[in-house]
């Protein structure tokens, strides 16, 4: 069977490196890349390192608003899933690659895969939230990494085939986290000890878009206790210099600047660290895997188990409320929440019985 695979951006890259492999065993996969992240620091190192196979068609669609982005690439999409002809079309997390993937796959009567179904962060403000939400509706296999993630979809009778298989970057995670751990090299080039320093990152349009929101980030960062990490996202220090704000963390002693780092240096950076402030998604689960405390840097969370389970503290832009969180002793208790690092393995198979005759998992 032939597999279009549709990826765009950073955390997508680090997913289909779980399932490709594994994917290509029994498929054929075609890689379409549609831009979205496209400079080498947030695209290329990721296919470098993880060894996931050059993309097979590439769009070139980055920039402009959400909606117009969207709409180029399901304009792109169209003619290039009726020159493929595949059998299904794989799509990761909630991007607008992952949405523009699914409408134009379920526009062409072709199955969609949603892999990372069901999250929710029920703030429809959230541009993710949509395309999740949208996604899910428009596939007709929902792989889910979590049972609280299918248990959204259940409430919103979505039509497709639920199925929970666990959560894709655990597999790799739990690849990585040796090599993470020995990486002395890297904690040692950002002048770090194991243990005693803090790893921020923060994308979100919703901290970063809105100026008031970012001088409370900056706030929030110049208040915490050094040594401090942030490999600054490209859309954050584009509105960080914009406002005049990028010279003034350069000011701020302790804290180490650096751009977006590849998987490797980020992961042996994550796996020591005291704590981690994200407004992440995959960084939340991350830290929570390495045994990392993570303080939250939003309101809510799609990861809600990281907050009952104790090991994730959701402080929004509130520097008193982190500054407390970063105090807070972490439980006793890790349990695992998003599967067994297998989750890849689950997925090829519940793709293979969507597309072959006989029963689902
Ligand atoms: N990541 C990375 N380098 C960085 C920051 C993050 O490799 O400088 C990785 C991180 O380990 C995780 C993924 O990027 O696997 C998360 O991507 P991002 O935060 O962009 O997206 P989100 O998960 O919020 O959708």
């Known amino acids: 069977m032939r597999i279009a695979t549709v990826v765009g951006n950073r955390p997508q890259f680090v997913k289909a490196a779980a399932i490709s492999g594994p994917l290509r065993t029994e498929h054929e996969e075609v890689l379409i890349h549609t831009g979205q992240h496209h400079d080498d620091t947030l695209s290329r190192v990721f296919f470098d390192e993880l060894g996931l196979a050059r993309p097979d068609r590439e769009l070139q669609i980055a920039g402009a608003s ?81 049972d609280a993630a299918a248990e959204n979809l259940r409430r919103e009778s979505v039509l497709g085939h639920v199925a929970v298989v666990g959560d894709v970057m655990v597999d790799v995670a739990e690849r990585w986290r040796p090599r993470a751990l020995a990486d002395q090299a890297t904690r040692a080039e950002y002048g770090v000890s194991d243990g005693e320093y803090l790893l921020v990152t923060a994308h979100r349009a919703g901290n970063v878009d809105d100026p008031t929101r970012l001088v409370a980030l900056v706030e929030l960062i110049e208040a ?20 005049g704000l990028y010279s003034r963390l350069e000011d701020v002693q302790e804290l180490r600047l650096a751009g977006p780092l590849g998987y490797a240096e980020f992961t042996a950076l994550l796996c020591r660290a005291r704590a981690v402030l994200t407004d992440s998604g995959g960084v939340q689960k991350e830290a929570y895997l390495a045994g990392v405390p993570c303080v939250t840097l939003r309101a809510n969370t799609e990861w809600t188990e990281t907050v009952l389970t104790g090991w994730n503290a959701l402080v929004d832009l509130d520097a008193v409320a982190a500054l407390a969180a970063l105090e807070a002793p972490h439980p006793a208790e890790r349990p695992s929440l998003y599967g067994d690092g297998h989750a890849a393995e689950r997925c090829v198979q519940a793709i293979g019985a969507l597309l072959m005759p006989g029963p689902r998992l």
């Open 66 to 146: 959400n909606t117009s982005q969207t709409a180029r690439m399901m304009t792109a999409l169209e003619p290039l899933l009726g020159e493929l002809e595949p059998d299904a079309v794989l799509v990761y997390g909630d991007t607008n690659s992952t949405l523009a993937g699914a409408i134009a796959a379920a526009q062409a009567q072709l199955p969609v895969v949603h892999v990372e179904a069901g999250m929710r962060s029920f703030d429809r403000t959230m541009p993710e939230e949509l395309n999740r939400v949208l996604t899910d509706h428009c596939s007709e296999l929902l792989l889910c990494s979590s």
């Open 224 to 243: 915490l206790p050094g040594p401090v990490v942030f490999p600054v996202h490209p859309r954050t220090r584009v509105r960080l210099e914009q406002a």
